[in-house]
């Protein structure tokens, strides 16, 4: 039985028929959600992808965190649903308390768009398992509030806990204390990043690399072998 990937649709998405694609390009079925629709369709995991939810207004998605579709998501990312936040789709999970800390502004205050190297942090994720820890991969990274913060009791704990799943090398492009660019739950189930892997799935289109293909075999394996 083939796997079936959700994807989360807000109002100023943009990158929803990229993450379906990649989904795709993994062997799973991508399965449109759309954020007023209270059902999750049975899907077998999930992704938050990125854009700009509600225009990014108030907070970067501080609107999007309170859709429909969230109440079903938070409920059952706490049972154990794999789900993944990327850009946006980060900044949503951090609103809606499923992953700690906050995305502010990005210290430089302009937008940024670039080919950005990550170290893999922790393979062990249900998103992450298609990797390597201390790997180094490039992933295009784009985003306007692209900061993550948090207290240093929680930073303390995150680093602990295993919990950074990826951090920046070579350079921090938005500020992010301690060079996070992505972390996870305790569960390792819930992973937020800021960088797009979608971006990085076919060597003829978008960053010409495929390091952002074992996100989404990642997954695909976990649920196969569940």
Known sequence: MTARIGVVTFPG?????????????????????????????????????????????????????????????????????????????????????????????????????????LRVENAETSWTSDYTAGQEIHIPLKNMDGRYVADEYTLDKLEAEGRVAFRYVDCNPNGSLRDIAGISNEAGNVVGLMPHPEHAVEPLIGSGRTDGLPFFTSILKKLVNA
């Open 13 to 117: 998405s943009l990158d929803d028929r990229d993450t379906r694609r990649a989904i795709r390009l993994a062997g799973a079925e991508a399965v449109a959600l759309w954020h007023k629709d209270k059902n999750l369709h049975q899907v077998d995991a999930v992704v938050l992808c990125g854009g700009f939810s509600y225009g990014d207004y108030l907070r970067a998605g501080a609107i999007a965190r309170f859709s429909p579709v969230m109440e079903p998501l938070v409920e059952q990312a706490k049972a154990g649903l794999p789900v993944l936040g990327i850009c946006n789709g980060f900044q949503i999970l951090t609103e809606a308390h499923l992953l700690p800390g906050a995305m502010l502004g990005n210290d430089h205050l302009h937008f940024i768009c670039r080919d950005q190297k």
